[in-house]
């Protein structure tokens, strides 16, 4: 294991931002820390990178006991949203500059930084300013500047977190294809579900200090293990009081299913090739289905119209906690 955070706890004053975390992370994995906003993602960040102390648990990197190691000492490069690169040295001399502090031969640094460069794509900016670079392009940079070290683990704080959409998707790609041919272990922290599915072998879901589950992207989407960790990796909504994903149930307009659920549409909304249906069942849920267009035009779905939901085969249900429990559900 690269990373073995055991027992961690950590709090603010009152406030309980971690509580008994363990965790192991394999080396040369690429893991997400995903979770809501003051979940206490950047706070665990923090504290394997060594810029905050647990409370009392123990961070072991590599099989060394770093919990009370300086930063420095941890061999961890780190990259935060808002990353401060020297704004008046080049390119070239921002990556070179770990480099050369440690003192290493000038032909090394040398042959060093263009591998980096070359590996974020910026060969052709060396001798640029910061200043000269756009957004992706300046996170780009951070990454190898932390690369530069050879770091044995690289943690990212919502490295593309101030970029606009579209750069974001790109820097992902590129950011599993670097990973790809690096193979450095890296925790990065996002709250975006989307990127943490499309980017990392494995995900830990982080709400309110606690991990709620550990899995691969397919193990969370297909197996939640909470209400919790449904809602927030993927859409769900509520039918008969169960939790369900809108594109796993089944809509038809008659009552073809057995226990099928009884409703109206309310709404139709299309959104690219999806139609999102939205049904008020007799036991007033509000209930919401995703269709194919071609699915919704064959049904003829408009406002009004009287529809019955099932669970279709094999979808995931979970019982919606807090929410009046209906009907119970029935797999068609
Ligand atoms: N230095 C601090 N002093 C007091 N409270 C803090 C401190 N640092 C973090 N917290 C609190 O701990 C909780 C967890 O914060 P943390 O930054 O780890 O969350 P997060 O999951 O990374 O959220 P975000 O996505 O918004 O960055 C928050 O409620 C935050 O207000």
Not at 11 to 37: M, R, Y
Not at 197 to 207: M, R, S, T, Y
Request: aromatic share 4%.
């Amino acid at each position: 294991m690269s990373i073995e955070i055991t027992g961690v706890n950590k709090s603010f004053g009152d406030f309980v931002a971690l509580e008994n975390i363990n965790l192991s992370l394999p080396t040369g994995q690429l893991t997400a820390l995903l979770g809501p906003s003051g979940g206490g993602k950047s706070t665990l960040l923090r504290i394997i990178a060594g810029l905050d102390h647990a409370d009392s648990g123990s961070v072991e990197i590599e099989g060394t006991n770093a919990t009370h190691l300086p930063p420095q000492k941890r061999n961890v490069g780190f990259v935060f949203q808002h990353y401060a690169v020297f704004k008046h040295m080049s390119v070239a001399k921002n990556v070179a500059f770990g480099l050369e502090i440690r003192k290493r031969p000038k032909a090394e640094v040398k042959q060093r930084v263009a591998e980096l460069l070359e590996l974020v794509h910026l060969s052709q900016f060396a001798d640029r300013l910061p200043s000269q670079l756009s957004g992706g392009q300046r996170q780009r940079l951070a990454l190898a500047r932390a690369l530069a070290v050879e770091p044995s683990v690289l943690l990212l704080d919502e490295p593309f977190g101030a970029l606009d959409a579209k750069v974001r998707k790109e820097l992902r790609d590129w950011l599993r294809r670097l990973h790809d041919e690096v193979h450095v272990t890296t925790v990065f922290v996002t709250h975006d579900q989307e990127e943490a599915l499309e980017v990392a072998d494995e995900i830990v879901v982080i709400n309110q200090g606690r991990v709620e589950q550990v899995g691969t992207p397919d193990e969370l989407y297909d197996a939640p293990a909470s209400d919790f960790v449904m809602s927030f990796l993927g859409e769900a909504t509520t039918l008969g009081g169960q939790l369900i994903r809108p594109h796993d149930i089944e809509l038809t307009t008659s009552p073809t299913a057995v226990g099928a659920i009884e409703g109206v549409v309310s709404r139709v909304l299309r959104v690219g090739f999806e139609v999102r249906v939205t049904v008020l069942t007799d036991a007033g849920e509000e209930v919401v289905v995703t269709l194919t267009r071609t699915a919704a035009r064959h049904l003829g779905v408009d406002t009004g119209r009287h529809v019955w939901l099932s669970a279709a085969a094999g979808a995931v249900t979970l019982p919606s906690a807090g929410l009046p429990v209906g009907t119970p559900l029935t797999v068609a």
